[in-house]
């Protein structure tokens, strides 16, 4: 089970950093990464880490937010410059593929190997 958490209210330009945790079985994947989906819109691919520490970003969110793990399996992504259009319930993914392959399924929200409840993130002044 993946589980998001640390989400919550921000004003535009800050910065909040959400935790995925995994019930001791992330190593088992080559890629861990967070999709998210705005009010009425779609899904959409945030970022994602491949076990090898590369990793892929979504353009909108390039410069700003950084994806990272540590050695408790957990990975992070740390939000800055938060914008009103990032609001959206954001939702870590694994995939046994690494990001090379894995991102084309990230990207979209949908056919990652595993991925659990989200955590909504409201940037708001």
């Known amino acids: 089970q993946l589980q998001a958490s640390g989400g919550g209210v921000v004003q535009p330009g800050g910065s909040l950093r959400l935790t995925c945790s995994a019930s001791?079985?992330?190593?088992?994947?080559?890629?861990i990464g967070w999709f998210r989906q705005a009010p009425g819109k779609g899904r959409e691919g945030v970022s994602c880490?491949?076990?090898?520490?590369?990793t892929v970003y979504a353009e909108s969110v390039k410069g700003r937010f950084t994806i990272s793990r540590d050695n408790a399996e957990r990975v992070y992504l740390e939000m800055n410059s938060l914008k009103s259009e990032d609001t959206a319930v954001y939702y870590c993914a694994a995939d046994y593929s690494p990001c090379a392959s894995s991102w084309f399924r990230f990207s979209r929200g949908y056919g990652m190997d595993s991925w659990g409840k989200g955590t909504l993130v409201t940037v708001s002044s």
């Open positions: 880490l491949s076990s090898d520490g590369s």
């Open positions: 001791g079985f992330t190593s088992d994947y080559n890629s």
